[in-house]
């Protein structure tokens, strides 16, 4: 690939995923309309699609304010911390065969580590904010982070054993016959639950519950640097919905009516709506629930299914 | 878990429920009597104001939106001088209405009242009272109240006797 | 002391009280009507029921009224028991079956106690369905409104307005179930306490008349304790402020000065701060726009202040602070009082009578106790009046302790003790220029010059130690009635002498002091009691500083002097002549004032102050003690500030200091007491504006204050934010602690159930006690123990003289106040100026009463209605003093009159 193209894959990735992003303002209140019985906004412009643009110019105007309290610096570098890390998590992903923006052949631990940066910027947001309940939101952000930071990537590794690759593409190769949610279904639950932990949407969004903490790291934040956490979380679910594609719904694969790219658009909007779905049906659990949940469940059961896993592996290679 | 399972499909079913939502300012809202909307000051079936000035409406004021003087006419009459609700505050409870001892302040089915102007929600009771006795009609205090303002003479009232002779040692 | 069951809880109770007082001191509630603290009980209403029990096996009881019940020891009562509750609910229902449903139109609504008693047995239902009784209501004058049909028959209004008060024209009419509480006729109330009908009443029977020019409800009112700026007394007050106005005046508690009672020009004189009168601009003058703002005002004081000789006027009216910056400002040596000679002179005495320390000056509340009272020349029903009802109640007790020493009735028990005690009376000797309401009450009664009753009070003083000489060519009555006195007051404990200034004469109060010290020996206790004209006048007195005259003088030798006034009206004390030529002398003439007056027009700069209502001050009363007054509400007019902010202000001008910071109360005081040794320990009247309780202010404003959204939002929607006092532990809002404050900052009495005013049980330590924590105020004057040393200066006896007239001053109680007479019904009580002649002096004059009688005096000539009188001594010629517009005389000079 030339350099040239290489700059097109990297400014197509980041103009899909942004505008994904901005629209999934207008596709989350949508959906949760429907399923509350509602319409949604439908009056700007053609079935209200303008909300999104009218929900981003009302951010970029919206008066840009510094607490005098606050850690000044810190404060404004937080919300840019979350949007970086999951756009440069969006590089290891295979769209197609070919359009991807880095092939590494650790693309699997890259995302992880990119991921796991993330609670930078809720650890530092509600730090700077200078408030308590900022500041507690940020505490639980960080121990809810850590807790299903470990599984998430233990239950991955089901994937890594039956691949033989950390590599995303290969792992999507590696599909060809049988998408992995078959062999790893117990992965792929796993994998799923602390995604929505990890983008901290509800039922796991402890670190800013409205009603306990009036929106926790984020309390401070207004205009456009609350647009930066507001649009981290889209994209966040954006790209743990197409991470489940990949590694579990077989990414790009699927009949050749359609090309591989909206194969793998289909299949993560599908994975959107799941979360959105979540959100509209699921009450948010007690954080100590949270935790123990996550230490005393799912570590054990990721680590049973790793050994098992490893066990069938090692029978089957036999 | 099943039953979150459940919960998910049966909120998914909703998908395809009726809409509840009523489409305003397009369709209009069937409004029922005792809804509480815009505030009003009604008056007696004699024509006079109800209000007397008592300040039980704004005691109750959870928002403590409601102000006034009371004053008095030539016969003893209460009145408010000013009445003054700050629409801008005022979060429609009703609270003023129970309180109310004459059935003066009475909220009506009107909801319409946006302004673009905060200013403009601070409603006097020029802007209040309103020539109708509203939901409670034929009710006027003053022929209930002991004391004479001008609409009953002592003793005329309802369940009154005629004013006691203090010359007189009779029972 | 007894210990006593209340439902089968033990406590230890104080003895000789009823079960009612009992109950209420520890904090049980129990509802009550005709009962109350400082008149006893009769067991009217029978609301108080409780159930007795014989001994702990008793488990049936009799219902008894508790106010009617001592305390015994081993007593079991139930208060709870439900036949007691029935029988308390039931009383209740009958007495509502006539109150008419007037809740919403009456004043009283809000801080009724019929209302709390109501709710607290149960009530709260109609049964009864046939018709109500009705009565007419009456006009009682300016001040009271009368509202016949919400009468619940608790008879206290009578035992208050006749008993206790001494009023004659307010009775009780008709009988069975058509009494009828009122006049004989519709008239004016007579009686000079007539005000507290509105407290006394449980209801809104009786109710404030000038609150309803402008009704607001007491849970709507800001409040703050304040001090009555009317006379010296300093009864303590509590002032309600709505809408920027001063709205009403009720009694605050204070078992040591006021206990629970105003006088009607402390009640109702308030109107001052709302008049039209007010300066509320900073005002320079001789310039095209003589109203300036304060930068102006700022930048063209230091022309006047600095460069030149500062003297200050200080005042009697205005507070220590005030006259203390101004002190500050001017220069101890600079600073006179604003006062004549005579008025200095005698002031000074008196604080150096009670400076020595020497003899003890009582309180209201041991004048209250005191077994003989001698009244000295001192018109105390106008001047004082308080005072007089404080000598009555001594009058009325130690009648019914005689009766006590007979008959063991308790003190309590009011109807037995009247009974018992009918017609007789405790020993007091009236003496005044002119007859007095007191004189009815009064074993001895003496009328006449102020020089004659000094000879009578030298008499007695000689009676009742040989030492003293005696008054030589005495009269015959004089020598009886110095017997008589000097008797009753051996045979006393406690007696109180009292004397004042109004009458001009130095010689009185040498006289009473003697008396006093002549009675002083191991067993007996004499108070000697003082009363001054203003409510700062002891504050001012205790500075030392010298008299208008001396200040004349300066003027006069000084071409170059700017004169600051504070809060003073020369002309109203001054001859009119003298304060025109200090004004012409003056090169300048800085007035600070509230109202605008004869003095304010000529000020060539003009600033505004607080009245005690819009700012914070200490007032020293006729006993010495220092009282804070609290700012009840902060004026629109940001230059409405105290005076001694502005002086404070012109201070840092004139000494070019420069320190940014304002000052509070507590460090002037702090300053004063630095300065002048005499106010030792006034800095610690009240706790500090840092005060807090659990980092919490005091609210001025009641839980259920309403309108905060709407009361200026016809000006702007946004509410101003919450105004901040940094002088007080006050705040001006409802946030802050609401529990039991300290005594000297209670707002207002309320507590959970008890909105009337009644709630004032829960802030004492017993009922008719000392407030919790100690009644506010500190004496300035200690006793020192020093043995007194007699004055022993007779004055001859007074001769009238041949076509000159000894001219005497008469103050009304309603009409004399600089500042009541802005109350509308106040003015409408005032009476018309006129002279006084006796019958035989109007003859010889060839007059009758109606006649215009001119007075020549400080050479100028005044015209009065002339009226006649038989009790007045012949030679003497009494104007009314201090009416508004009238100029000041000098009083105790002879005169010309003419026809």
Sequence with gaps: MTVMQHIWIVLGVLFVFLNIAAGLIWVERRLLAMWQDRLGPNRAGPLGLMIVLADTLKLFFKEDWIPPFADKWVFIFAPAIVVASVLMSFVIIPFAPGILVADLNVGLLFFLAMSSLGVYSIVLGGWASNNKYSLLGALRGASQMIAYEVFMG???????????????????????KVWFVFLQPVGFVIFFIAGLAETHRLPFDIPESESELIAGFHAEYSGMKFGMFFIGEYLGITLISAMTVTLFFGGWLGPAFLPPVVWFFLKTFVFIGLFILLRASLPRPRYDQLLEYGWKLLLPLVLVNLLVTGAIALWMKH | MISHLRTMWLVFLHLFHKRETIQYPEEKVAMRPRWRGRIVLTKDPDGGERCVGCYLCAAACPVDCIALQAAEDENGRRYPEFFRINFSRCIFCGYCEEACPTYAIQL??????????RQDLVYEKEDLLIDSQGKYPGYNFYKMAGLSAGVKEKGKGENEEAPVDIKSLLP | MPRIYIDNMPFEVKAGKNLLEVCLSLGIDLPYFCWHPAMGSIGACRQCAVKVYKDAEDTKGRIMMSCMESVKDDLRISVCDPGAKAFRAQVIEWLMTNHPHDCPVCDEGGSCHLQDVTVMTGHDYRRYEFKKRTYTNQYLGPLINHEMNRCIQCYRCVRFYRDYAGGKDLNVFSAHNHVYFGREKDGVLQSPFSGNLAEVCPTGVFTD???????????????????????????????GERYGQLRSIVNRYNSEVNGYFLCDKGRFGYEFVNSENRITQTLIRHRAAEAVDEQTLMNHLPHILTGHTVIGIGSPRASIES???????????????????????????????LSAGTIHTPSLKEIEQADAVLVLGEDIWNTAPIMALAVRQSVMRTAAAHVQEQVPVPGWHDAALKELAQESKGFLANMSILSSPLDEIAAVQVHGTPDDMARLGFQIAHLLNNTLPAVDNAADTLLHNATMISQQLLLARHPVIITGTSSGSEALIRAAYDIAAALQNEERHPGLAFVLP??????????????????????????????????NDLYRNIPADLVDTFFSKCRQVVVLDTLHNRTTEKADVLIPVATFAEGDGTFINNEGRAQRSYQVFMSPDKVLKEAFKWLFEMK?????ISNGHDVHPDEMLAGLE?????????????????????????PRESQRYSGRTAMQANKAVSEPKPLQDDDSPLSFTMEGYRGMPPAPLIPYFWAPGWNSGQAVNKYQQETGGALKGGDPGIRLFRETGAIPAYFQDIPDAFSPRQGKWFLLPQYQLFGSGELSIYTKGIAALSPEPRAILSARDAASLNMATGDLLSVQTDNRTYQFPLETRDDLQDGIVILTAGLKGMDALSWGTWVNLFK
């Design chain 1, 154 to 176: 233990l239950s991955l590794m089901g994937v890594v054993m039956l691949s033989r690759s950390f590599n995303l593409a290969e792992i999507v190769a590696a599909q060809e």
């Design chain 2, 108 to 117: 009506t089915p009107d909801f319409e009242m946006a302004e673009y102007r």
């Design chain 3, 209 to 239: 008349k000038t609150l309803k020019e402008h009704y607001t409800r007491k849970w709507d009112l800001t409040n703050a304790p304040a001090i009555c700026q009317h006379c010296s007394l300093g009864c303590n007050i509590i002032a």
């Design chain 3, 323 to 353: 006259n203390y910056a101004l002190m500050e400002l001017a220069g101890k040596e600079c600073f006179y009082q604003g006062l004549p000679d005579n008025q200095v002179f005698l002031e000074q005495k008196i604080a150096d009578i």
């Design chain 3, 534 to 567: 203003d409510c700062n006048s002891m504050g001012l007195a205790m500075t030392g500083a010298s008299s208008f005259e001396k200040a004349l003088a300066i003027v006069q030798k000084n071409p170059d002097v700017t004169a600051v006034i504070l809060e």
């Design chain 3, 652 to 656: 840092v001008i004139r000494r070019a």
């Design chain 3, 674 to 698: 630095r300065a002048y040794p005499q106010f030792k320990g006034i800095a610690d009247v009240v706790p500090s504006h840092a005060f807090r309780i659990h980092g919490s202010r005091i």
